[in-house]
């Protein structure tokens, strides 16, 4: 059976590489179902995120600690369903690799094998670096994840902006140094100054990709729902809402009801 020619290039781990070398910024959002997905990644998003924020914003929860990896299984199946060009990568969830290296590697596979994802994202430096090697020795790509990872929030206790002191910011970019030395694809930094964020995308040669991290890295990625205006309550300094959503939602949602009550819905036209 010959294939259909498609008239689009996956994005591979490789074209995230050119892209950071030939200046071009690397456009990454998050989603967590077939639906979205889908429409992501028909308008153009490079990397699609199933991130663990799933766990706030589809699952309620206050942290992202509760998600399991199997429900993480269960998003990542319905967006790569969904998705045709993008790189999805999928988030191991608090518990699924911090044990050691085997059970990061078991996590990581299922989440490969089962969902059909393209790369798996990890929070940490040298802390995780033994369960990271292991990871890319299997053959999966890896995107790290420094400044603020939301998977210690307890151990920190705020979500405030990381790496302010010297200490970190040295540690910060050793941890990014080691990872691109071990063979990473890319990594995100979250929550940090925006010049700090710059002379890492400078120092090492994987692309960078920043979440309330400035300007002068190689990409940004922002949480799905929250540049579409479906929640309120968080408004951090680096989000930019692009739709104010929930209004949208909640007046059609209204005009719905009215038009039932009102014995409105359906018409003549809409009925069998
Ligand atoms: O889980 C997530 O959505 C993330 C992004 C904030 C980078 O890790």
Do not use: W
Request: include cysteine.
């Amino acid at each position: 059976m010959s294939k259909v020619a498609k008239d689009y290039t996956r994005i591979t781990t490789n074209s995230l590489s050119e892209m950071k070398q030939r200046g071009e910024k690397i456009a990454m959002l998050t989603a967590y179902d077939f639906t979205l997905a889908g429409i992501v990644d028909k308008a153009g998003i490079d990397i699609i995120l199933v991130g663990d924020s799933a766990s706030n914003v589809m699952a309620g929860h206050e942290t992202t600690l509760p998600i399991t990896l199997d429900q993480m299984i269960y998003h990542a199946s319905g967006v790569i369903r969904g998705v045709e060009r993008a790189l999805v990568v999928v988030d191991l969830p608090f518990g699924s690799y911090q044990s050691d290296s085997k059970e990061a590697l078991r996590s990581a596979i299922r989440i490969m094998k089962e969902a059909g994802a393209h790369a798996v994202k990890l929070e940490g430096g040298s802390q995780i670096k033994e369960s990271i090697v292991r990871i890319l020795q299997a053959g999966i790509p890896v995107m790290g994840h420094l400044g603020l990872t939301p998977q210690s929030i307890y151990k920190f206790g705020t979500y405030t902006v990381r790496a302010k002191k010297e200490s970190e910011a040295i540690q910060l970019i050793e941890d990014a140094k080691m990872l691109e030395e071990i063979g990473c694809f890319g990594i995100v930094l979250e929550k940090i100054p925006a010049k700090l964020a710059a002379k890492v995308a400078r120092e090492v040669n994987i692309p960078i990709i920043g979440i309330g991290a400035g300007n002068e890295v190689d990409g940004q990625v922002l949480v799905l729902h929250d540049m579409l205006g479906m929640s309120t309550e968080f408004s951090p300094r680096f989000l930019r809402r692009y739709l104010d959503l929930n209004k949208e939602i909640t007046e059609a949602v209204r005009s719905y009801a009215l038009d039932v009550k009102s014995h409105d819905f359906p018409n003549d036209k809409e009925q069998y």
